[in-house]
Nanobody, 127 residues
Framework: QLQLVESGGGSVQAGGSLRLSCEFS????????MGWFRQAPGKEREGVAT???????SYADSVKGRFTISKDIAKNTLYLEMNNLEPEDTAMYYC?????????????????????WGQGTQVSVSS
């Protein structure tokens, strides 16, 4: 049973930066696709970024060029580096991982493709 624990959220002003971390345990090849989702108040949950076992990543259009996803398997940690933050980035951010091996790992995957979710970490960006 993979466990995901996020940290690093907080409050920043627009233009600022944050780095989210997600520590995971019991990683197996079935968890080859990992990523970040977010949910803003009153809005549907949306994918932010994904990364596969080879390190190939994909991003939502709204964060391309500002966010970077990475992972360090030796440290059992997934990261989301967020730069030039905007008020629209305010949301609860969730770390996710696949429960079964996914042949294709991409930002267009939906929530149901990820069987493991963290508890979330809040990011608030003020203007």
């Amino acid at each position: 049973q993979l466990q995901l624990v996020e940290s690093g959220g907080g409050s920043v002003q627009a233009g600022g930066s944050l780095r989210l971390s997600c520590e995971f345990s019991a990683y197996t090849s079935s968890n080859n696709c990992m990523g970040w989702f977010r949910q803003a108040p009153g809005k549907e949950r949306e994918g932010v970024a994904t990364i596969d076992a080879d390190g190939d990543s994909s991003y939502a259009d709204s964060v391309k060029g500002r966010f970077t996803i990475s992972k360090d398997i030796a440290k059992n940690t997934l990261y989301l580096e967020m730069n030039n933050l905007e008020p629209e980035d305010t949301a609860m951010y969730y770390c996710v991982a696949s429960r079964v091996y996914l042949v294709w790992c991409h930002i267009s995957l939906g929530e149901t493709d990820f069987g493991y979710w963290g508890q979330g970490t809040q990011v608030s960006v003020s203007s």
